[in-house]
C-alpha cells in the first residue's frame, strides 16, 4: 500500500477565511490519482476533488482547489472563503489505477470559528 | 443516480456473537465494492475488495470475512466477535475497471460496539 501523510491533526479558521491542509505521499507509480474526502459530524464521507497525475492543471470545485507538486509528491488542499459547514474531518486519498484501492491519510480535522 | 445504502446504522453486539453488515447499490452495474473500518478519530484501514460476484479479496488477516452474493450486494461477516471489532464500517463502491472513473462513493456506515 503507498503511504499518504497528513502532518497537520488539527487546523483552525475564520469563517469566510482561507485554510490550506498538506499532504505527501510515497510512490514509485506514475500515473495515479489523488483525492481529497470530507467526514463531517455525520461520518459519511464526502469526495470533495480529484486530481489526475498527468494532468498539470490543478482542480478546483468551488471554493476547493489543489495544489498538486507531482516531483514533490505534495497535494495541498486550500478552502477559500470558509464556511461554518466546511468544519469536519478531511483525508487526504491514493490510488493506482492498476489495482482501485485507496490508501487514506491519518485526516486533519479542520474547525470553522464564527 | 447511484446510491449505496448500508444497514444497520448502529449495532451493539456482545463479544463471541455472529456479525452481519449488508451493503447495496443501486443505478449501476458489476462496481468495485469495499470494505472499511475506521478507528475513533483515525482514517480509513481497506478491509475487503470485490470485482465482481463471489471474488473477494482480502487486505488484513482478521476475525471478518466477507461475500458477495449478488452484483450489487457485499456483506461483512463475523462468526464470533471481539472487543477489537468495534469500529465504524463503511461500503463503499467504484465504477469497474475499463470506465475510466476511479472515484469512490461511500455508504453512510455502520457504527458497531462490541462489548
Known amino acids: 500500500a503507498q503511504t499518504v501523510t497528513q502532518s497537520q491533526p488539527e487546523m483552525s479558521v475564520q469563517e469566510a477565511e482561507t485554510v490550506t491542509l498538506s499532504c505527501t505521499y510515497d510512490?514509485?507509480?506514475?500515473?495515479?490519482?489523488l483525492f481529497w474526502y470530507k467526514q463531517p459530524p455525520s461520518r459519511q464521507m464526502i469526495l470533495v476533488i480529484r486530481q489526475e497525475a498527468y494532468k498539470q492543471q490543478n482542480a478546483t470545485e468551488n471554493r476547493f482547489s489543489v495544489n498538486f507538486q507531482k516531483a514533490a509528491k505534495s497535494f495541498s488542499l486550500k478552502i477559500s472563503d470558509s464556511q461554518l459547514g466546511d468544519t469536519a474531518m478531511y483525508f487526504c486519498a491514493f490510488m493506482n489505477p492498476n489495482d482501485y484501492k485507496l490508501s487514506f491519510g491519518a485526516g486533519t480535522t479542520v474547525t470553522v470559528r464564527a | 443516480s447511484q446510491t449505496i445504502h448500508q444497514w444497520p446504522a448502529t449495532l451493539v453486539q456482545p463479544v463471541g456473537s455472529p456479525l452481519s453488515l449488508e451493503c447495496t447499490v443501486e443505478?449501476?452495474?458489476?462496481?468495485?465494492l469495499y470494505w472499511y473500518r475506521q478507528a475513533a478519530g483515525r482514517g480509513l484501514q481497506l478491509l475487503f475488495y470485490?470485482?465482481?460476484?463471489?471474488?473477494i479479496s482480502s487486505e488484513v488477516p482478521q476475525n471478518l470475512s466477507a461475500s458477495r452474493p449478488q452484483d450489487r450486494q457485499f456483506i461483512l461477516s463475523s462468526k464470533k466477535l471481539l472487543l477489537s471489532d468495534s469500529g465504524f464500517y463503511l461500503c463503499a463502491w467504484s465504477s469497474p475497471a475499463g470506465t475510466g472513473n476511479y472515484e469512490q462513493y461511500f455508504g453512510p456506515g455502520t457504527r458497531l460496539t462490541v462489548t
Open positions: 470485490s470485482v465482481g460476484i463471489g471474488q
Open positions: 510512490t514509485s507509480e506514475n500515473n495515479y490519482y
Open positions: 443505478g449501476t452495474s458489476n462496481p468495485n
